[in-house]
C-alpha cells in the first residue's frame, strides 16, 4: 500500500493508473477508522480497480469552537485496517500540503445547505464541498462512496458534482451500528461509559419513529415531539430533529413518499448525529 502526503505525487500515479485504463475509486475519511470507514472501503474496493482512501481532518470545516484540536487520530493502526483490506494507495496530506496558500477559492453548494447540519455549523459545509472538490481533482477517481450517516454531505456532494460537471459516480453506504444500535462514529470515543448509555436514546428515538410512521402516524410534528421527548428523557441535548424530503432535503408538514429523520444532539458535550429513512404510501 502506498502512503503519499503532497497531491502531485497522487496526480502522477492516477493519471498513469487513467492511461492504464483502471477504474479508480476513492473513500474519503478523517481517519480514526471504524467500521462503518471500513464497509465503504469493501464496496469501493469490490467495484474498482484501484482504491484511494483519503485520511485527512480538514481544519476548514470546523467551527472556531468544535473539536478540530482533539479530533482523534490513530494513523498506525488506521494504516493497518487499511492494508488488510487491500487499499492501493492511503493519501495522507498534511494541512501545509493540502492548504499551501490559505485558499481564496471556495465551492458553496447554495439551498441544500440550509437546514440540518448546515444551520447549526456555520460554513461547515463549504469547508466539505471545498475539500471534496481538491481531493476529486487530485485523485481523479472515477466513484467516490459516502456514508448515511452524512445523509445531508451525500446529498450536497452529489448536486456539486452535477452542478459543476465532475465525470464521478457518487454511491452511497449504510450506517453501520455497534450491536446496541448505536451509529459508529469516531466522536464516540469521547463519550464517558455513562453518555455512551445516554446516547443509545438517539437510535431508540429513531425506531421508535419508524414504528410511528409504519402504524399510520403521518404529522410530522407528533413524531418530531416524541423524539425530542424521548432524546430529553435520557438527558440529551437536542441540537435538531427535522423530518426532510430524502431529494431535496426540504422541510415536510406530513410524512409522504420518502423522508429521512435527521437528528444532531449532545450527549454530554459531545455532539453525535444520525438519521433514518422511512417511507410512507
Ligand atoms: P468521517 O471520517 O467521519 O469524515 O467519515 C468518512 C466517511 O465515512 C463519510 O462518508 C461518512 O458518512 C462515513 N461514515 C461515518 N460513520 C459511518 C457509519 N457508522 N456507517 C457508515 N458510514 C459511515
Known sequence: MKKLEYPKELQALADRWRGDKL???CVPTMGYLHNGHVSLVKKA????????VSIFVNPIQFGENEDLSVYP?????DFEILRN???DCVFVPSVKAMYPKPPLTFVDVKGLTDNLCGSSRENHFQGVTTVVAKLFNIIKPHIAYFGQKDYQQYIVIKRMVEDLNFDIDIRLGDIVRHQDGLAMSSR???LSKADRTRALALWRSLVWAREK???GERSVDAIRKGIVEIL????VNVDYVELVDSVT???KKEISGTTLIALAAFVGNVRLIDNILVSAA
Open 85 to 87: 483490506e487491500g487499499v
Open 188 to 190: 464516540n470515543t469521547y
Open 73 to 77: 487520530r490513530d494513523l498506525e493502526n
Open 249 to 251: 432535503l426540504g422541510k
Open 23 to 25: 477504474c479508480i475509486a
Open 45 to 52: 474496493r469490490s467495484k474498482s480497480d484501484r482504491l484511494v
Open 232 to 235: 430529553e428523557a435520557s438527558s
Open 213 to 215: 410512521v409504519s402504524s
